[in-house]
């Protein structure tokens, strides 16, 4: 696939020396070049050059296609943002046309092509016999071995099924799909009469993603809610290990490494799980009567089943700052690699009673800080400290990246959305990766466009507005959607850390992967995003550096691509340019009948 804003080596005669992939349409020998054709190619450029864009582009699926696995007539008619893994395989659900058999389902290109893993009046797996799919959540995870997991709805009626049990959580494992856990269905590790109420969060929304975490190991963990004739509600995290669903931790149990009495409050967000089996997990605290204030009662829990201990404590002494300083409220969901590495943000008080916060990883059983509030942002100028960070990420090498929100150049002010970045620790050195463009020290100054990163493949005096979601692999390399002065898009360091457009609504792209062309202009994007790539979420963004993203186009179509613009570093525009001209002036010496 290539964009039509790109340099074409069929227009300008270079050859293209880069092996066939399946992301590559085609490769291109040394084809002869008259002058009017590179001086159509040179208005071209000058056209589009503002939205300078790689033809690494590889097509999975389109809106108008049959859906695969299932009969003609089952039409795809919309994508949710797909997740990616090691392989460059995506997983993704879809809405089909009505006249159909089906309405929506779940594909994966996990067994080696796009393939249909569960449907809307499909059999569910785990069920009653009869009982049938009736929809699926938008959220779908895809691990390095191909498995799915996904959160789905049963249609009422078929084997029995109602409105207090029609909600379950589905992977698959070494013997296909498999359950997990349904609504009303007991709850394995707790008192007779016990059942869930609740898989993820209260509400049965298809839009939002559910608390659960699926490995690379093929294990789902997840959040719930317990009600029962013999006990009042209660909240646990469960972990499915070995094709067995047990009980990790629940509410009101002793919390480990604290005094007796102190127990474990409720939980409210999703585990994040190493492929070793241990966990990161965020929870309240409570027991007035063991001393429990609203000034210790969050902790992080770290570990393997059966092992768990607190990592950390509100009110604890806080590493890496001064005598007197105490973590505390933890702020966001801590992070996990495979080796058991932990990531975690926590708030904390100066003596001037201003509220920072901070960012500590966990490596081989020591606590270091990386990032505090009031200390200077790499990538600012001088004087520009942080105040706030969350959302951290940790990749498989123990790096850790973050979202920092900066302080007004005379201090004490509240943290500003209008001035916040992207930053990560590589090899011990904290680096920027991108910034806003916008500060205001106060609500009448004007925008600073100056202060803000460039953004890349926009017009120069462009600034980042806002970033939402980002990714961390284990290269090293940050992936994000971001606004910008006028237009949104995603953007990626390549391998050499060189910060490039990946695509942005606008965008005009070949949706071909054949050697015919299908321009389409981008109107939306959907990227799944937060994640560090280690720790059980779906990403979109994977350690090779391929970027899987959603667009809907301005025609009303949508698809689903693969980008591999990030997987090296492109040369500079100017170069290919320099190289076109040199190139077309070679063959405009030798005596050639134009193609």
Known sequence: MRLPHRIDPSFIGIARQRPMTSTNKNTHGIRPCSFVRLLSFLALFSIASNQLLADDFRTVALTGQTAAGLPQGNIFNSFSAPALNAQGQTAFTSFLKSGGTTSNGVWSEGPGTLSLVASAGGAAPGTPAGALFSSFNSYVTLNDNGRTAFYGYLQHGPGGVGNLDDEGLWAQGDSGLALVARLIDSSPGTSSGEYFITIGPSTSSSDQPKLYSFTNSNEAAFVGDMGGTTSSLGHGIWVQLAGATTLLVRSGSQAPDAPDGVTLGQFNTRPA?????????????????????????????????????????????????????????????PAINSHGDVAFSSTYAQITAFQF???????????????????????????????????????????????????????????????HGIWKEVNGQLQLVARTGYFFSQPTDPIDVKTGTPVPGFPADSGFFMFTQYVFNAAGQVAFTASATGGNGIWAEDRSGVLRLIVRNGSVIDVDNGPGIDLRTVSTIRFAGSSGNDGGEASAFNDAGQIAFAAIFTDGSQGVFVSNIATVPEPAASAMILIAALSAARYRRRPQTDN
């Open 357 to 419: 916060s901070g960012l500590w990883a966990n490596k081989n059983g020591v606590t270091r800080l990386v990032e505090s509030g009031d200390m200077q942002a790499p990538g600012a100028s001088a004087g520009i400290k942080f105040q706030f960070v969350e959302s951290e990420k940790i990749n498989h090498s123990g790096d850790v990246a973050f979202l920092g929100y900066l302080q007004a150049p005379t201090g004490g002010a509240a943290p500003s959305v209008a001035d």
């Open 273 to 333: 799980v190493s492929d070793g089996g241990k966990f990161a997990i965020y929870t309240p605290l409570q027991g007035a009567s063991a001393g429990v204030t609203t000034a210790n009662d969050t902790g992080i829990l770290v570990g393997a089943p059966g092992s768990l201990h607190l990592l950390a404590r509100e009110g604890e002494q806080a590493p890496g700052l001064p005598v007197g300083t105490h973590y505390g409220q933890f702020i966001t969901l």
